[in-house]
């Protein structure tokens, strides 16, 4: 039988400190356990705890081990205490909200800002920059991406000047060649015209090529020295819509008189002829073509749709590249050299403006332009 707890000695009572209430001891345990020891079999934990050995003196006591077992240290508190683990959980997590946040979105921003030049690029906007202020990898990697862009830039450029160069001077020897077949075909005897004939008219498409290159040349390496000014689409379109001489009916517009763009009125309206020229060649057989305008968030819209079969959907992104053409999504007539789309998409942007295409609902292809107003 364990003696009753021994009650406190006043003399151990500090100077100063309130007396002890009656029946109040001091603690015997320490707060925590000195040592904890597992064993296998049976699987138990063990509590040992060695009671103050000057505290036991002044209770006439010999000295004492608790012992105490527990098959398992989680959730007992007298084995296992998780508040140090919490405090210490707690503050590593505020240590990476104000170390690792402000870095990673620093990383994240400019990992965005380069993949936003790269899109550019893509796209053939050689103009963007990537940030090369950063000292680390991103830096250089910003640095690579512009030096990228310059030089892609300069193919791209040297590309085209080339062939405005060689569409030039094939222009005029062409079209010598062209009169010299004219005057041949009346002169020759029946039996020599059709040859005669057919060398003229692959001369007559070797003149439209250089034509369409020419065009194409300018309106690329012209973008920067373009200037824009207000223009009037109504102006614009009733222009296009006699260039290409197109007979009543075929063509529907719905222009307001009032709407006006920043662009360039020769550009302009050479983009908006060949887009009639290509929806009547391939689609004028199906119904008339439809040429509308009108304002959306702020920009101005101008679309011209045709009634025909359309575009399968995964050659829509390819329509304005140079020399692309799908003679089999429209008819089985081949015409064009393929440039006309990749014109319409270099004088757009020459203007500052963005071209798409889209197969509309119940058929027919849609060529939409959006300028900012």
Same mark, same amino acid.
């Given at each position: 039988?364990? %003696?009753?707890?021994? @009650?406190? *000695?006043?003399?151990?009572?500090?100077?100063?400190?309130? %007396?002890?209430?009656?029946?109040?001891?001091?603690?015997?345990?320490?707060?925590f356990p @000195? #040592?904890?020891e597992?064993?296998?079999?049976?699987r138990?934990?063990?509590?040992?705890?060695?009671?103050?050995?000057d505290?036991?003196?002044?209770?006439?006591?010999?000295?004492?081990?608790?012992?105490g +077992?527990?098959? &398992?240290?989680?959730?007992?508190?007298?084995?296992?205490n998780?508040?140090?683990?919490?405090?210490?959980?707690?503050?590593?997590v505020?240590?990476? /909200?104000?170390?690792?946040?402000?870095?990673?979105r620093?990383?994240?921003?400019?990992?965005?800002q380069?993949?936003?030049?790269?899109?550019?690029?893509?796209?053939? #906007?050689?103009?963007v920059?990537?940030?090369? +202020?950063?000292?680390?990898?991103?830096g250089?990697?910003?640095? /690579?991406?512009?030096?990228?862009?310059?030089?892609? !830039?300069?193919?791209?450029t040297?590309?085209? #000047?080339?062939?405005?160069?060689?569409?030039?001077?094939?222009? $005029?020897?062409l079209?010598?060649?062209?009169i010299?077949?004219?005057?041949?075909?009346?002169?020759? *005897?029946? !039996? $020599?015209?059709p040859?005669?004939r057919?060398?003229?008219?692959?001369?007559?498409?070797?003149? +439209?090529l250089?034509?369409?290159?020419?065009s194409? &040349?300018?309106?690329?390496?012209?973008?920067?020295?373009?200037?824009l000014?207000?223009?009037?689409?109504?102006?614009?379109v009733?222009?296009?819509v006699?260039?290409?001489?197109?007979?009543?009916?075929?063509?529907?517009?719905?222009?307001p008189?009032?709407?006006?763009?920043?662009? $360039?009125?020769?550009?302009l309206?050479?983009?908006? /002829?060949?887009?009639?020229?290509?929806?009547?060649?391939?689609?004028?057989?199906?119904?008339?073509?439809?040429?509308?305008?009108?304002?959306? /968030?702020?920009?101005?819209?101008?679309?011209?749709? *045709?009634?025909?079969?359309?575009?399968?959907?995964g050659?829509?992104?390819?329509?304005?590249?140079?020399?692309?053409?799908?003679?089999e999504?429209?008819t089985?007539?081949t015409?064009?050299?393929g440039?006309?789309?990749?014109?319409? !998409?270099?004088?757009v942007?020459?203007?500052?403006?963005?071209?798409?295409?889209?197969?509309?609902?119940?058929?027919?292809?849609?060529?939409?332009? #959006?300028?900012? !107003?």
């Open positions: 039988m364990f %003696p009753p707890p021994p @009650q406190a *000695d006043p003399a151990d009572v500090p100077p100063g400190a309130p %007396p002890p209430r009656l029946g109040q001891s001091r603690p015997l345990l320490p707060a @000195q #040592r904890v597992r064993t296998d079999n049976p138990m934990f063990w509590l040992m705890v060695h009671l103050p050995l505290r036991l003196q002044m209770a006439g006591m010999v000295p004492l081990v608790l012992v +077992k527990a098959p &398992s240290i989680e959730g007992n508190p007298l084995l296992f998780p508040n140090p683990w919490i405090y210490l959980a707690v503050g590593m505020v240590f990476s /909200a104000f170390f690792w946040v402000p870095l990673t620093n990383l994240t921003r400019a990992i965005a380069m993949t936003r030049t790269t899109e550019a690029i893509a796209e053939g #906007r050689f103009d920059e990537a940030s090369e +202020k950063r000292t680390d990898e991103l250089r990697l910003g640095l /690579a991406i512009n030096r990228m862009a310059r030089r892609l !830039k300069d193919f791209v040297g590309q085209k #000047r080339f062939l405005g160069d060689a569409a030039h001077e094939l222009c $005029s020897p079209a010598r060649m062209e010299a077949l004219a005057i041949l075909e009346e002169r020759c *005897d029946e !039996k $020599s015209i040859y005669v057919d060398v003229r008219e692959e001369v007559t498409h070797m003149r +439209k250089a034509n369409e290159l020419l194409f &040349s300018k309106a690329s390496l012209g973008e920067n020295r373009i200037k000014e207000p223009v009037r689409v109504a102006d614009v009733a222009q296009a006699r260039q290409e001489h197109c007979e009543a009916g075929r063509v529907e517009i719905q222009v008189d009032e709407l006006s763009v920043q662009a $360039s009125p020769e550009l309206c050479r983009a908006l /002829a060949n887009l009639l020229r290509n929806a009547v060649h391939y689609a004028g057989h199906a119904g008339p073509v439809a040429i509308r305008a009108w304002e959306e /968030a702020g920009d101005v819209m101008i679309a011209v749709a *045709d009634r025909g079969p359309g575009v399968p959907a050659e829509l992104e390819k329509l304005f590249d140079p020399f692309y053409r799908i003679d999504s429209r089985s007539e015409g064009g050299v440039l006309g789309l990749a014109i319409v !998409k270099t004088c942007e020459a203007c500052r403006g963005t071209v798409t295409a889209f197969n509309q609902d119940g058929g027919g292809l849609v060529v939409q332009v #959006r300028f900012p !107003k």
